[in-house]
């Protein structure tokens, strides 16, 4: 059946919102809907809010589905609804999305990505956690981003810090330190960058710390420089725009361990139903960096 633009009425958190073309396909490889989108993250929205609101969100919307062209927008669309709030950082006044009515609309503008800020409102100056964000040059796969993130976790608790570990949606990890106090962005940073360089002088031939294309075969890129305030990294929950509706889901350490071990990275990828079936069982595995409250040690990169 052909898509049709006709709009109907949908109920979301006491506000009422016209969403159109449900069945327009966006994944062409499952047949995943728009619709089946919008009740994506309405479903998700009670773990994946908390992790978003009060943050700058860039947007990352493919209006023709996955395998079309797609643009980023960081100004928050000017029909928005009255009661969808605006951060403003430099000369770009985000969305703030706090509510599953939000969610929704963005979902209707076909936004499959969303991806905020480490800081929020009202102090964009300090980020609530450090972010290690793990890239795997081919061959290096998601089982080899494993082996560097539980060499990055048994670093860390060294230096007695926590972190927790999600799925990129794509094809790697993404490490959080939570920090939760006051801290800036040069420090979070520079942190990020010692942490990388360590473990690159250590594990020469699986990390890497910086971009050079020719010397990323083989190894996992430690993407310390997400630590700054333009910067955004996808949100946990988000759905990306990969051949499948996969979504950046939070794994626990056991299964990082059971993936490196196996060899197999089937353990670490998850679509939306999937996602949804173990938020149900399991609740929001992340939800301890919003709270868990940590300094960072004082380092120097090298």
């Known amino acids: 059946m052909a898509p049709t633009t006709k709009s109907t009425e949908v109920e979301v958190g006491g506000r009422t919102l016209k ?7 966006l994944w062409p490889a499952t047949g995943f809907t728009k619709g089946d989108m919008i009740d ?15 943050r700058p969100l860039t947007l990352k919307r493919f209006p023709n589905g996955v395998d079309a062209k797609y643009f980023f927008e960081k100004n928050c669309p000017s029909h928005r609804p009255a009661w969808v709030p605006t951060i403003t950082m430099g000369d770009v006044a985000y969305c703030s999305v706090d509510e599953p009515a939000a969610l929704v609309w963005l979902a209707n503008l076909a936004t499959i990505e969303l991806h905020p800020t480490l ?10 956690a450090t972010v290690f964000d793990l890239d795997p ?12 993130a539980l060499l990055l ?6 230096l007695d810090l926590q972190a927790w570990v ?12 939570p920090l939760n106090c006051p801290v800036d962005y040069e420090s979070s940073r520079g942190f990020a960058l010692a942490m990388a360089q360590l473990l690159q002088r250590t594990h020469p031939d699986l990390v890497l710390t910086t971009q050079e294309r020719r010397l990323r075969s083989g190894k996992v890129l430690i993407d310390w420089s997400q630590n700054t305030a333009s910067k955004t990294t996808v949100a946990v929950y988000s759905l990306r725009a990969r051949g499948t509706p996969s979504v950046s889901t939070p794994v626990t350490w056991d299964e ?8 197999k990275g089937d353990g670490l990828r998850f679509d939306a139903a999937a996602t949804l079936a ?7 595995l992340l939800a301890p960096v919003l709270e868990a409250q940590q300094k960072l040690p004082v380092v120097r990169p090298a």
């Open 19 to 25: 969403v159109s073309n449900l069945h327009k396909v």
């Open 166 to 177: 999600k799925t990129s949606g794509s094809k790697g990890l993404q490490l959080y330190v």
């Open 256 to 263: 990082v361990e059971a993936a490196v071990e196996a060899g």
């Open 278 to 284: 173990r938020v149900a069982e399991r609740g929001d």
């Open 153 to 158: 976790r048994d670093t860390l608790d060294h």
């Open 137 to 148: 040059g081919p061959p290096a796969d998601v089982v080899t981003c494993g082996r560097v």
């Open 119 to 128: 800081a929020g409102a009202p102090d964009l100056g300090r980020p609530r």
């Open 40 to 54: 994506y993250y309405a479903r998700v929205a009670p773990v994946l809010l908390p992790h978003i609101t009060g």
